[in-house]
């Protein structure tokens, strides 16, 4: 079984910045653990970042093609301001689970929003970039109901 983990904008500077609310871990580690989950449960996952709206958009678009079964997705910013990727998951008709590394409820206020969550297989905030890990592992865990 294929899951693709999408990364939006900014979370390419994982473990560079801003230690107390993001961790120190790298993008490559967060895709290497995430990667590792999925493998001892006996699935596959290919990995994507980008900083640009439409590049997710478009590699949303692609999942369904290449036979992606599930997505986790942290949209980053592009949680809180975007018709397009909301758009493109909803068209994508796939099961995903969104991700957040800190705790956006415990933040400001324009955080508290998200125009993904209702269409949510499921919602993992707070948990740091252990998140990864357990949203593949809720991902997977949905998709064996179906
Ligand atoms: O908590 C999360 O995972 C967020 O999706 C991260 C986004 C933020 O806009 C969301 O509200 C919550 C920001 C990602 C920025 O990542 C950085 C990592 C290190 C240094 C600077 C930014």
Redesign the pocket.
Known sequence: MKLLLIN????N??????PA??GHSTLADVERLAAAEAARLGAELAVFQSNHEGALVDRIQAARAEGVAGIVI????Y??TSVALRDALAGAALPFVE????N?HA?EAF?HRSHLSDLAAGVI?GFGVDGYRLAVQGLLAKLATR
């Open positions: 939006g904008p900014n979370l500077l994982l473990g560079t910045r801003e609310t993001y942290n949209a980053g910013a949680t809180h991700i957040h590394i800190s956006v933040r955080r905030v």
